[in-house]
Protein backbone atom coordinates (compact mmCIF):
# COMPACT_ATOMS: atom_id res chain seq x y z
CA UNK A 1 0.00 0.00 0.00
CA UNK A 2 1.00 3.78 -1.34
CA UNK A 3 1.75 6.24 1.91
CA UNK A 4 -0.10 8.83 0.28
CA UNK A 5 -2.98 7.87 -1.89
CA UNK A 6 -5.38 10.45 -4.33
CA UNK A 7 -8.28 10.73 -3.31
CA UNK A 8 -11.49 11.86 -6.49
CA UNK A 9 -14.60 13.17 -5.07
CA UNK A 10 -17.43 12.49 -7.28
CA UNK A 11 -21.63 13.52 -6.81
CA UNK A 12 -22.55 9.77 -7.92
CA UNK A 13 -20.70 8.44 -10.46
CA UNK A 14 -17.28 7.24 -8.70
CA UNK A 15 -17.31 3.86 -10.12
CA UNK A 16 -18.56 4.83 -13.43
CA UNK A 17 -15.67 7.07 -13.46
CA UNK A 18 -13.20 4.55 -12.31
CA UNK A 19 -14.11 2.02 -14.60
CA UNK A 20 -14.01 4.42 -17.24
CA UNK A 21 -9.72 5.03 -16.16
CA UNK A 22 -9.02 1.60 -15.48
CA UNK A 23 -9.77 1.16 -19.39
CA UNK A 24 -7.19 3.47 -20.65
CA UNK A 25 -4.60 1.84 -18.40
CA UNK A 26 -2.52 -1.36 -18.45
CA UNK A 27 -2.10 -3.19 -15.04
CA UNK A 28 -5.56 -1.35 -13.93
CA UNK A 29 -8.13 -3.31 -12.02
CA UNK A 30 -11.06 -2.64 -9.63
CA UNK A 31 -10.09 -3.67 -6.37
CA UNK A 32 -12.87 -3.17 -4.08
CA UNK A 33 -16.86 -1.32 -3.68
CA UNK A 34 -17.85 -0.31 -0.75
CA UNK A 35 -21.22 1.44 0.59
CA UNK A 36 -21.21 3.41 3.83
CA UNK A 37 -24.69 4.02 5.10
CA UNK A 38 -26.78 6.87 6.23
CA UNK A 39 -23.75 9.53 5.92
CA UNK A 40 -24.42 13.37 6.50
CA UNK A 41 -24.79 12.91 2.03
CA UNK A 42 -26.70 9.85 2.27
CA UNK A 43 -25.70 6.43 1.64
CA UNK A 44 -21.77 7.02 -0.09
CA UNK A 45 -20.03 4.62 -2.11
CA UNK A 46 -16.16 4.28 -1.75
CA UNK A 47 -13.94 3.00 -4.82
CA UNK A 48 -10.36 1.52 -4.37
CA UNK A 49 -8.77 0.39 -7.50
CA UNK A 50 -5.07 0.87 -9.57
CA UNK A 51 -4.55 2.42 -12.50
CA UNK A 52 -0.85 0.88 -13.82
CA UNK A 53 0.07 -0.43 -11.26
CA UNK A 54 -0.85 2.66 -8.56
CA UNK A 55 -3.62 2.93 -6.13
CA UNK A 56 -6.25 5.42 -6.21
CA UNK A 57 -9.53 6.03 -4.24
CA UNK A 58 -12.88 7.52 -4.97
CA UNK A 59 -16.16 7.97 -3.34
CA UNK A 60 -19.50 8.98 -4.75
CA UNK A 61 -20.92 11.45 -2.06
CA UNK A 62 -22.92 14.28 -3.25
CA UNK A 63 -21.92 17.49 -5.58
CA UNK A 64 -20.58 19.28 -3.19
CA UNK A 65 -16.56 19.90 -5.01
CA UNK A 66 -16.09 20.34 -8.12
CA UNK A 67 -12.91 19.25 -10.21
CA UNK A 68 -10.42 21.89 -11.33
CA UNK A 69 -7.08 22.02 -12.41
CA UNK A 70 -5.35 22.55 -9.50
CA UNK A 71 -4.33 19.11 -9.32
CA UNK A 72 -4.26 17.24 -12.38
CA UNK A 73 -2.60 13.31 -13.59
CA UNK A 74 -0.01 13.80 -15.64
CA UNK A 75 0.45 10.70 -17.93
CA UNK A 76 4.14 9.44 -19.07
CA UNK A 77 3.75 8.20 -22.54
CA UNK A 78 6.19 6.89 -24.69
CA UNK A 79 4.30 6.95 -28.45
CA UNK A 80 2.43 9.62 -30.03
CA UNK A 81 0.05 6.60 -30.69
CA UNK A 82 -0.51 6.29 -27.05
CA UNK A 83 -0.96 10.08 -26.54
CA UNK A 84 -3.65 10.46 -29.14
CA UNK A 85 -5.39 7.17 -28.54
CA UNK A 86 -5.76 8.50 -24.59
CA UNK A 87 -6.53 11.87 -25.67
CA UNK A 88 -9.53 10.46 -27.77
CA UNK A 89 -10.92 8.54 -24.85
CA UNK A 90 -10.53 11.89 -22.43
CA UNK A 91 -11.64 14.50 -24.69
CA UNK A 92 -15.24 12.45 -25.13
CA UNK A 93 -17.87 14.42 -23.65
CA UNK A 94 -14.36 16.41 -21.75
CA UNK A 95 -13.01 19.76 -22.43
CA UNK A 96 -9.88 20.88 -24.29
CA UNK A 97 -7.43 22.80 -21.65
CA UNK A 98 -4.04 23.22 -23.83
CA UNK A 99 -4.66 22.07 -27.26
CA UNK A 100 -2.23 18.56 -28.60
CA UNK A 101 0.38 19.97 -30.18
CA UNK A 102 4.37 20.40 -29.96
CA UNK A 103 5.66 22.70 -27.01
CA UNK A 104 8.92 23.51 -26.12
CA UNK A 105 8.77 21.10 -23.27
CA UNK A 106 7.15 17.96 -24.84
CA UNK A 107 7.00 16.85 -29.15
CA UNK A 108 3.71 15.88 -28.06
CA UNK A 109 1.40 16.80 -24.98
CA UNK A 110 -2.01 17.83 -24.13
CA UNK A 111 -3.68 18.65 -21.55
CA UNK A 112 -7.73 17.83 -21.07
CA UNK A 113 -10.29 17.63 -18.50
CA UNK A 114 -12.53 14.53 -19.03
CA UNK A 115 -16.29 14.43 -19.04
CA UNK A 116 -16.49 13.83 -15.08
CA UNK A 117 -14.60 17.22 -14.53
CA UNK A 118 -10.71 15.83 -13.73
CA UNK A 119 -7.72 16.73 -15.16
CA UNK A 120 -5.28 15.07 -17.29
CA UNK A 121 -1.84 16.36 -19.35
CA UNK A 122 -0.61 13.75 -21.65
CA UNK A 123 2.66 14.21 -22.70
CA UNK A 124 5.25 11.83 -24.67
CA UNK A 125 8.65 10.71 -22.84
CA UNK A 126 11.65 9.77 -24.80
CA UNK A 127 12.13 6.04 -24.92
CA UNK A 128 15.10 5.46 -22.56
CA UNK A 129 13.20 7.57 -20.03
CA UNK A 130 11.91 5.60 -16.59
CA UNK A 131 9.65 7.33 -15.15
CA UNK A 132 6.30 7.36 -12.98
CA UNK A 133 3.13 6.62 -15.06
CA UNK A 134 0.74 8.34 -13.46
CA UNK A 135 2.11 11.75 -11.73
CA UNK A 136 -0.07 14.18 -9.61
CA UNK A 137 0.54 17.80 -10.22
CA UNK A 138 -0.57 21.15 -7.84
CA UNK A 139 -1.12 24.02 -9.87
CA UNK A 140 -0.74 26.79 -7.69
CA UNK A 141 -3.22 29.49 -8.43
CA UNK A 142 -4.95 32.48 -7.00
CA UNK A 143 -4.35 33.03 -3.54
CA UNK A 144 -1.58 30.35 -3.87
CA UNK A 145 0.23 31.34 -6.58
CA UNK A 146 3.75 31.97 -5.92
CA UNK A 147 3.95 29.55 -3.45
CA UNK A 148 4.76 26.49 -5.36
CA UNK A 149 8.90 26.39 -4.32
CA UNK A 150 7.54 26.87 -0.46
CA UNK A 151 5.04 24.13 -0.37
CA UNK A 152 7.79 21.59 -1.71
CA UNK A 153 10.08 22.62 0.71
CA UNK A 154 7.27 22.43 2.94
CA UNK A 155 6.09 19.09 1.97
CA UNK A 156 9.46 17.54 1.87
CA UNK A 157 10.35 18.30 5.67
CA UNK A 158 7.52 16.54 6.78
CA UNK A 159 7.37 13.03 4.53
CA UNK A 160 10.23 10.23 5.22
CA UNK A 161 11.96 8.99 2.03
CA UNK A 162 10.79 12.59 0.31
CA UNK A 163 13.37 14.95 -1.98
CA UNK A 164 13.62 18.01 -4.21
CA UNK A 165 14.60 16.76 -7.50
CA UNK A 166 13.74 19.81 -9.77
CA UNK A 167 12.94 23.54 -9.43
CA UNK A 168 12.78 25.65 -12.92
CA UNK A 169 11.77 29.58 -12.99
CA UNK A 170 9.34 31.24 -14.85
CA UNK A 171 12.06 33.86 -17.58
CA UNK A 172 11.20 37.60 -17.20
CA UNK A 173 7.46 38.14 -18.86
CA UNK A 174 6.85 34.29 -19.24
CA UNK A 175 3.87 34.32 -16.88
CA UNK A 176 1.28 36.57 -17.32
CA UNK A 177 0.67 36.66 -13.30
CA UNK A 178 3.61 38.95 -11.36
CA UNK A 179 2.94 35.90 -8.38
CA UNK A 180 3.70 33.34 -10.20
CA UNK A 181 7.52 32.12 -9.54
CA UNK A 182 8.00 28.53 -10.18
CA UNK A 183 6.69 26.89 -14.07
CA UNK A 184 7.91 23.05 -13.01
CA UNK A 185 8.90 21.66 -9.48
CA UNK A 186 9.28 17.59 -9.59
CA UNK A 187 9.67 16.24 -6.19
CA UNK A 188 8.88 12.66 -4.33
CA UNK A 189 7.32 12.12 -1.07
CA UNK A 190 7.54 8.63 0.36
CA UNK A 191 8.88 7.45 -2.99
CA UNK A 192 6.13 8.89 -4.70
CA UNK A 193 7.03 11.25 -7.82
CA UNK A 194 4.73 14.54 -7.64
CA UNK A 195 5.03 17.56 -9.97
CA UNK A 196 4.41 21.51 -9.30
CA UNK A 197 3.69 24.76 -10.97
CA UNK A 198 2.86 28.62 -10.23
CA UNK A 199 -0.37 29.17 -12.38
CA UNK A 200 1.06 31.47 -14.99
CA UNK A 201 -2.34 33.44 -15.62
CA UNK A 202 -4.82 35.18 -12.93
CA UNK A 203 -7.18 32.64 -12.49
CA UNK A 204 -10.12 32.58 -9.64
CA UNK A 205 -10.41 28.92 -9.02
CA UNK A 206 -8.03 27.75 -6.12
CA UNK A 207 -7.32 23.95 -4.63
CA UNK A 208 -10.94 22.16 -3.20
CA UNK A 209 -11.72 19.14 -1.65
CA UNK A 210 -12.67 17.48 -4.95
CA UNK A 211 -9.19 15.88 -5.48
CA UNK A 212 -7.42 15.07 -2.29
CA UNK A 213 -4.53 13.45 -0.77
CA UNK A 214 -4.90 10.40 1.40
CA UNK A 215 -1.66 9.78 4.22
CA UNK A 216 -2.43 6.17 5.78
CA UNK A 217 -0.78 6.20 9.06
CA UNK A 218 0.21 2.91 10.92
CA UNK A 219 -0.95 4.20 14.39
CA UNK A 220 -1.95 6.78 16.41
CA UNK A 221 1.43 8.43 16.68
CA UNK A 222 1.26 8.83 12.64
CA UNK A 223 -1.69 10.35 12.79
CA UNK A 224 -1.38 12.95 14.92
CA UNK A 225 2.28 13.66 13.66
CA UNK A 226 0.27 14.67 10.17
CA UNK A 227 -2.53 16.10 11.29
CA UNK A 228 -0.23 18.02 14.02
CA UNK A 229 1.59 19.42 10.59
CA UNK A 230 -0.82 19.50 7.39
CA UNK A 231 -3.82 20.95 9.56
CA UNK A 232 -3.99 24.55 9.08
CA UNK A 233 -7.81 25.59 8.42
CA UNK A 234 -9.85 24.36 11.87
CA UNK A 235 -12.81 24.73 9.66
CA UNK A 236 -11.92 21.86 7.14
CA UNK A 237 -11.35 19.51 10.08
CA UNK A 238 -13.68 16.63 9.86
CA UNK A 239 -13.42 12.96 9.72
CA UNK A 240 -9.80 13.03 9.09
CA UNK A 241 -9.93 15.59 6.56
CA UNK A 242 -7.56 18.64 6.98
CA UNK A 243 -6.42 21.60 4.87
CA UNK A 244 -2.96 23.16 4.70
CA UNK A 245 -2.01 26.44 4.61
CA UNK A 246 -1.81 26.20 0.81
CA UNK A 247 -4.80 24.87 0.68
CA UNK A 248 -4.71 21.64 -0.40
CA UNK A 249 -6.66 18.76 1.05
CA UNK A 250 -5.37 15.75 3.05
CA UNK A 251 -6.92 12.54 4.97
CA UNK A 252 -4.84 11.42 7.49
CA UNK A 253 -6.27 7.77 8.05
CA UNK A 254 -5.03 4.71 9.73
CA UNK A 255 -3.86 2.13 7.06
CA UNK A 256 -6.44 -0.37 7.53
CA UNK A 257 -9.45 2.20 8.22
CA UNK A 258 -11.51 -0.36 5.83
CA UNK A 259 -10.88 -2.89 8.63
CA UNK A 260 -11.73 -0.08 11.28
CA UNK A 261 -14.70 0.94 9.72
CA UNK A 262 -16.45 -2.68 8.47
CA UNK A 263 -15.28 -5.21 10.78
CA UNK A 264 -18.27 -6.33 12.52
CA UNK A 265 -21.67 -6.87 12.89
CA UNK A 266 -23.68 -4.04 11.02
CA UNK A 267 -24.96 -2.46 14.25
CA UNK A 268 -21.19 -2.47 15.39
CA UNK A 269 -20.29 -1.04 11.73
CA UNK A 270 -23.01 1.51 12.70
CA UNK A 271 -21.74 2.24 15.65
CA UNK A 272 -17.99 2.91 14.67
CA UNK A 273 -19.47 5.32 11.42
CA UNK A 274 -21.37 7.40 13.61
CA UNK A 275 -18.53 8.00 16.11
CA UNK A 276 -16.57 8.65 12.90
CA UNK A 277 -18.49 11.75 11.93
CA UNK A 278 -18.46 13.33 15.43
CA UNK A 279 -14.80 13.59 14.95
CA UNK A 280 -11.93 15.77 13.50
CA UNK A 281 -8.89 13.89 13.79
CA UNK A 282 -9.30 10.15 14.13
CA UNK A 283 -8.67 8.85 17.78
CA UNK A 284 -8.27 4.66 17.19
CA UNK A 285 -9.27 4.14 20.69
CA UNK A 286 -13.33 5.77 20.46
CA UNK A 287 -13.30 4.38 17.48
CA UNK A 288 -12.57 0.68 18.95
CA UNK A 289 -14.69 1.54 21.91
CA UNK A 290 -17.85 2.72 20.30
CA UNK A 291 -17.93 -0.76 18.54
CA UNK A 292 -18.93 -2.42 22.06
CA UNK A 293 -20.93 0.51 23.99
Partial sequence: MEKIVPHLWYDKEAKEAALFYISLFDSSKLLNVTVIENTPSGDSELITFELAGQQFKAISAGPYFKFNPTISLMIACYSVEEVNTKWNALIDGGTELMPLGEYPFSKWYGWVQDRFGLSWQLMLMDKDETVQKITPNLLFSSDSCGKTEEAVKYYTEI?????????????????????????YAAFKLCGIHFSAMDHGYDVDFNFNEAFSLIVNCKNQNEIDYFWDRLSAVPEAEQCGWVK??????????????????FKGSRDEIHRVTKALFKMKKIDLNALENARFE
Fill in 159 to 183: FEDSEIEIINRYGAGEAMSSKAKVN
Fill in 244 to 261: DKFGVSWQIVPDNIDEVL
